[in-house]
């Protein structure tokens, strides 16, 4: 399967983006998907999770509460609400479809991973 991200760019601190992720098969309708991110010289790291059928979502403690992820079964398609964007926010946004039916925050438990896109907030 095939994941683009889009909706990266360069914003204000206390701005919002809203990064989407489509699949390009349904194949991934029974999957949970996930984002990631990663900033220049620092491991990637988990941001959200969504289930298979939205049901059950996960964040990290540095997102909870700013961050919103859902999705679109119909579209094949999550999505990543950003809100009270900080500096430390920046790094490259990656989506991913997770092995099983839930979202988990451990990379190795996802099996296809999109290009990334860059977010970048400015102070």
């Known amino acids: 399967v095939q994941l683009q991200a889009s909706g990266g760019g360069l914003v204000q601190a206390g701005g919002s983006l809203r990064l989407s992720c489509a699949a390009s098969?349904?194949?991934?309708?029974?999957?949970?998907m996930g984002w990631f991110r990663q900033a220049p010289g620092k491991e990637r790291e988990f941001v959200a999770g969504i289930s298979w059928n939205g049901g059950i979502t996960s964040y990290s403690n540095g997102v909870q509460g700013r961050f919103t992820i859902s999705r679109d079964i119909t579209k094949h398609t999550i999505y990543l609400q950003m809100n009270s964007l900080k500096p430390d926010d920046t790094a490259v946004y990656y989506c991913?479809?997770?092995?099983?039916?839930?979202?988990?925050?451990?990379?190795?438990?996802?099996?296809?991973w999109g290009q990334g896109t860059q977010v970048t907030v400015s102070s």
């Open positions: 098969t349904r194949t991934v309708s029974n999957n949970g």
């Open positions: 991913a479809v997770a092995r099983s039916a839930v979202p988990s925050s451990v990379s190795s438990s996802y099996k296809s």
